[in-house]
């Protein structure tokens, strides 16, 4: 495992609840946001363009809230070399 993998793995096993914790409420961002993205897509489905455009923006919301807020995804984790 490399550095992160490390950092992760060893934050798994010292407090798992923190660890699971922040990996539901990352996949509760983009939840949030993948519902905002297809409401958004479908209000503007008249002009495909707009409508791609605002899916793609919405659901890169999300995912930098990720980021921003400190969610653990599972995709994140799989680092190892």
């Known amino acids: 495992l490399n550095d992160l993998g490390l950092i992760k793995r060893t934050l798994a096993k010292r407090?798992?609840?923190?660890?699971?914790?922040?990996?539901?409420?990352?996949g509760a961002h983009l939840g949030?946001?993948?519902?905002?993205?297809y409401t958004l897509a479908a209000l503007f489905q008249n002009?495909?363009?707009?409508?791609?455009?605002?899916?793609?923006?919405?659901?890169?919301?999300?995912?930098?809230a990720i980021v921003f807020l400190g969610g653990e995804l599972f995709t994140g984790n799989c680092i190892c070399t």
């Open 47 to 64: 002009n495909p363009a707009v409508a791609k455009s605002l899916f793609a923006g919405t659901f890169g919301t999300g995912l930098a």
């Open 32 to 37: 949030t946001a993948v519902i905002l993205s």
């Open 15 to 26: 407090d798992p609840l923190r660890f699971f914790t922040r990996a539901w409420i990352a």
